[in-house]
């Protein structure tokens, strides 16, 4: 199974970390605090967190009172930023695809992720292992491009504008064919995979899970008055993150 490591292209890794670095994006005002709002209390929880990253919310469970966060990460580059910048005792930092969950046999109380799942190939067999990994009754929340945003292939505009080039509707085309798709993002060739709404859920369903709360986060009118290039959000959210429990 392809295991897509494009965190470690140098120009890649340079692009997004500006982007990460910025004080407004769409991480930062949209997905992070949907993200947020699904967790539960961390005090005393083990936690996995799938696609770590920078280690930024590694650091905040254990801040929050997590006894344990294992972090894991297909980059290395994101994890030398994540044990610089966010280490504590109470964190293990491990280069791990989440292709293979199964080197991992220690449970967890919650396992989370944040936008990583759209660049996963095996979904079910990643999703399998969570199951895996949880302990009864132990939570599974995560983000990810939202399908109607990975259902876009790139060969065609993603809207349609008016004359003065206002966004008037997103262009959809083979929502319902899923699989590999290709686009530009600093590099050429970033690998993402689309699945439909009900894919998405339903794996969830066959893995034993419980659904309590999904949320597709799109901007307020006090959100479009300070930020106006939000409105296509209304549009077509760019996020889709869901909150699963273990049944």
Same mark, same amino acid.
């Given at each position: 199974?392809?295991?897509?490591?494009?965190?470690?292209?140098?120009?890649?890794?340079?692009?997004?970390?500006?982007?990460?670095?910025?004080?407004?994006?769409? #991480?930062?005002?949209?997905?992070?605090?949907?993200?947020?709002?699904?967790?539960?209390?961390?005090?005393?929880?083990?936690?996995?967190?799938? /696609?770590? $990253?920078? $280690?930024?919310?590694?650091?905040?469970?254990?801040?929050?009172?997590?006894?344990?966060?294992?972090?894991?990460?297909?980059?290395?580059?994101?994890?030398?930023?994540?044990?610089?910048? #966010?280490?504590?005792?109470?964190?293990?930092?491990?280069?791990?695809?989440?292709?293979?969950?199964?080197?991992?046999?220690?449970?967890?109380?919650?396992?989370?992720?944040?936008?990583?799942?759209?660049?996963?190939?095996?979904?079910?067999?990643?999703?399998?292992?969570?199951?895996?990994?949880?302990?009864?009754?132990?939570?599974?929340?995560?983000?990810?491009?939202? +399908?109607?945003?990975?259902?876009?292939?790139?060969?065609?505009?993603?809207?349609?504008?008016?004359?003065?080039?206002?966004?008037?509707? !997103?262009?959809?085309? #083979?929502? /319902?064919?899923?699989?590999?798709?290709?686009?530009?993002?600093?590099?050429?060739?970033?690998?993402?995979?689309?699945?439909?709404?009900?894919? !998405?859920? #339903?794996?969830?369903?066959?893995? $034993?899970?419980? !659904?309590?709360?999904?949320?597709?986060?799109?901007?307020?009118?006090?959100?479009?008055?300070?930020? +106006?290039?939000?409105?296509?959000?209304?549009?077509?959210?760019?996020?889709?993150?869901?909150?699963?429990?273990?049944?």
């Amino acid at each position: 199974m392809a295991k897509q490591n494009i965190f470690d292209n140098e120009e890649f890794f340079d692009g997004y970390k500006k982007l990460r670095d910025q004080e407004v994006n769409a #991480n930062i005002l949209f997905e992070i605090p949907a993200l947020k709002s699904l967790l539960p209390d961390m005090k005393g929880l083990k936690v996995l967190d799938l /696609g770590c $990253g920078f $280690g930024e919310h590694c650091i905040e469970y254990v801040n929050q009172g997590a006894s344990k966060v294992v972090g894991i990460d297909i980059s290395e580059k994101m994890l030398e930023v994540a044990k610089a910048e #966010n280490s504590d005792p109470k964190i293990t930092y491990r280069l791990l695809p989440m292709e293979d969950l199964d080197q991992l046999d220690e449970k967890f109380d919650l396992v989370i992720s944040s936008l990583a799942f759209h660049y996963i190939e095996d979904y079910k067999g990643v999703v399998a292992n969570i199951s895996r990994l949880l302990s009864d009754k132990g939570l599974f929340i995560f983000s990810q491009e939202h +399908p109607l945003a990975t259902a876009y292939t790139g060969d065609m505009d993603r809207w349609t504008r008016d004359d003065n080039g206002v966004k008037q509707y !997103v262009n959809l085309r #083979n929502y /319902g064919v899923e699989g590999e798709r290709r686009s530009t993002w600093f590099v050429d060739g970033i690998q993402k995979y689309h699945r439909t709404f009900s894919t !998405v859920l #339903n794996t969830l369903f066959e893995s $034993g899970f419980s !659904v309590e709360k999904i949320i597709e986060p799109i901007p307020d009118e006090a959100m479009i008055e300070k930020y +106006p290039d939000e409105y296509d959000l209304l549009h077509k959210p760019d996020f889709l993150l869901v909150r699963a429990r273990k049944a």
